[in-house]
């Protein structure tokens, strides 16, 4: 059984690394450069840089940054945002980047998972899922930093990108996002039992038995967070601990 992981989250606009709740009321969270380096000392798994504004005009310098954040880190990282094409992944990866992540641009052109997945391997390309949960849909898929609902359930979206060759699903539910009230269990489970790749829980974290609740009781395979961080109200050091006590299998 693969190690769970522990994965800070940077929304980055205009070169800063941002947070909002439930995806509006954004506010400036500091450097991205600094805060991946501090995470990567603090024991961080792994990053996430998504590039929430981004457009193909704006895409080499985000390469830039992603370039200088390269070189500042010694673990893994997965950048997305505005990527619609080969020749972005291509630019990312060589910037030093070791995964991409895809959303809007593969609701659009579902066939782009398959031709990234052909071209880098499925183990570099992650699939972001943006849901929300309304009492008339259900569980729905979301696109354009969640302002626009799709056709697609979430679940059935979900096999659907990992059988064209996802590696790994990033799920995010917009009812939980910034809250700290939890993880969305059902739906993350759900999703985990649904798929055959590691899954990535986002949206609600707010203590230390949120994330055991979310290894424990949704079988995810990473956490993934962001103001809790980035503002220092959970160390991630003191929370491995407390998974550890869980019975967690994590990296300390």
Known sequence: MLTKRIVPCLDIKNG???????????????????????????????????DITATN???????????????????????????????????LLQAG?????????????????????????????????????????????YSRAGTVETEHATIDWAKRVTELGAGEILLTSMNNDGTKAGFALDITGEVARAVSVPVIASGGAGTMQHFADVFHQASADAAL????????????????GFLKEQGVDIRI
Not at 26 to 43: C, F, K, M, N, S
Request: glycine share 6%; hydrophobic share 45%; net charge negative.
């Open 225 to 240: 967070a962001a103001s809790l961080f980035h503002f220092r109200e959970l160390e991630i050091p003191v929370l491995k």
């Open 16 to 50: 800063r690394c941002v947070k909002g709740i439930q995806f509006e009321n954004i506010r400036d969270a500091g450097d991205p450069v600094q805060l991946a380096a501090w995470y990567a000392e603090q024991g961080a798994d792994e990053l996430v840089f998504l």
């Open 97 to 141: 980047a070791d995964k991409v992540s895809v959303n809007s641009s593969a609701i659009r052109h579902p066939q782009l998972v398959e031709e990234l997945a052909n071209r880098f391997g499925s183990q570099c390309v992650t699939v972001a899922i943006d849901t929300k949960y309304t009492e008339l849909t259900g569980w729905k898929v």
């Open 57 to 91: 005009e704006e895409r080499k310098t985000f390469a830039a940054l992603v370039r200088d954040i390269a070189r500042h880190i010694d673990i893994p990282f997965t950048v997305g945002g505005g990527i619609g094409a080969v020749a972005d992944v291509e630019l």
